[in-house]
């Protein structure tokens, strides 16, 4: 049976569904599912880049940061550094993290027990072989967070691919929205909201939002950080993600549905899906393209700080990799003008202009019993730290 034809017969047995658990079916339906089905999603044979698919240019300045925190760890104390990197895929940002700490930062190198934390099977079965050389660093690839983490937990593009709830604001108030049948279409129908902490969710926000207006409450993403920040004995949580402000997502009279679709590099494409066509692009060809919502930095910012972390820096991707040294990069071609030389500016071009990666993607710099360190992510403009606050 397809995935379609499954989620069909659910919705006629059970009724509408929650975007949540509509999206939680299209990206991770345990044999159906997106994610469950493949290695690697992204890059130029997937559907969609991530800035790991642009190069090692990414992974080689993340170690930057990382050698950073290793040394604040190592020097009170932590000579290990658990590195978790959470939403793994195949391992890509592994294994350029380690050829950078190798080359680079041999004391880091050497101190990392990388755990890889991946839900898809086939992406964890993928992870060995894309480590290479480096398997003897590679303590475990599990589908959960170890229980007590001292290092870092790192977390690219994981948050925007968690299944989220859509609500709407209705002259009668706050109301959910579900996916419902239409014949053997997917259709979006209004009805009371599935539980209470998604009134809560917008409430401690304090948000105004006017009828008409609708968009997405992550409760998986606010989950996520809850969870992360409770396994961290000590170190520091990176989280790098599309998002806004909940003054940017959650305001205005606007459609403000940041659901989306990839699809073989097209953004929200359903014109070849014979039962989707006119309808909201994310519905169509369930486990066969992404889904993704942009995240809400302030509540995940919130939780963070309930949880006792301290918010050690918030700025854009293209600030966080200036401050780390971007523009310093040199390639390790010879010929300034050869073919890899080249590339390699390419590559950091890619990762820092704005109004693509550079500005889109936001990066979280959390803390957990290790004060407030200056670091140098947070070195480029230190304003922009404060800016979006
Ligand atoms: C958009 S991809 C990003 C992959 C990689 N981090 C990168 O930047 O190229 C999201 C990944 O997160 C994984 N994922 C989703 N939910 C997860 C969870 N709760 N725990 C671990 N991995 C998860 C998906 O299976 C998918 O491989």
């Not at 839900?119 to 003897?136: E, I, K, N, V, Y």
């Not at 009828?211 to 409760?219: I, P």
């Not at 050690?312 to 890899?340: I, K, R, W, Y």
Request: charge should be negative.
């Amino acid at each position: 049976m397809s995935l379609r034809a499954l989620i069909v017969q659910r919705i006629r047995n059970h009724g509408p569904l929650t975007t949540a658990a509509f999206m939680d079916l299209a990206l991770y339906h345990q044999t159906l599912g997106y994610y469950t089905r493949a290695p690697r999603r992204t890059g130029r044979a997937g559907d969609f880049y991530t800035s790991v698919d642009v190069g090692p240019q990414f992974g080689a300045l993340l170690a930057t940061q990382l050698d950073e925190m290793h040394r604040l760890l190592a020097a009170t104390g932590s000579p290990t550094f658990d590195l978790v990197e959470v939403g793994a895929g195949n391992g890509q940002l592994g294994r350029d993290l380690l050829d950078a700490a190798q080359t680079t930062y041999p004391e880091l190198y050497t101190a990392t027990r990388l755990t890889l934390v991946e839900t898809s099977a086939a992406a964890r079965a993928a992870q060995p072989a894309t480590l290479g050389r480096h398997r003897a660093r590679l303590a475990a690839s599990s589908a959960a967070m170890p229980d007590q983490v001292c290092g870092a937990i790192l977390a690219n593009e994981l948050l925007d691919a968690l299944p989220t709830h859509a609500v709407t604001m209705t002259s009668e108030g706050l109301r959910e929205i579900y996916i419902d049948l239409a014949g053997d279409r997917f259709v979006e129908r209004i009805g009371p909201l599935s539980c209470p902490e998604l009134a809560a969710y917008l409430a401690r926000l304090d948000v105004a939002l006017a009828a008409g207006w609708r968009g997405e409450v992550n409760l998986a993403a606010a989950d996520w950080v809850r969870r992360a920040a409770r396994r961290l004995q000590r170190g520091f949580v990176v989280l790098i993600d599309y998002g806004h402000t909940a003054g940017e997502l959650y305001s205005g009279p606007h459609d403000g549905s940041t659901l989306t679709t990839f699809r073989r590099h097209l953004v929200g494409s359903n014109g070849d899906d014979p039962y989707q066509r006119g309808g909201p692009a994310w519905l169509a060809h369930p486990g066969e393209q992404d889904i993704t919502s942009h995240v809400d930095l302030t509540t995940l910012r919130a939780v963070a700080e309930e949880e006792g972390l301290e918010v050690l820096g918030l700025t854009d991707q293209s600030h966080f990799l200036l401050g780390l040294g971007a523009l310093n990069e040199t390639d390790s071609g010879t010929d300034p003008d050869g073919v890899e030389a080249v590339r390699h500016r390419l590559a950091l071009k890619t990762l820092l202009v704005p109004g693509g990666l550079g500005s889109t993607h936001k990066v979280m710099l959390l803390g957990k019993q290790v004060g407030t360190p200056a670091l140098r992510g947070c070195s480029f403009n230190p304003r922009t730290a404060e800016s979006h606050a």
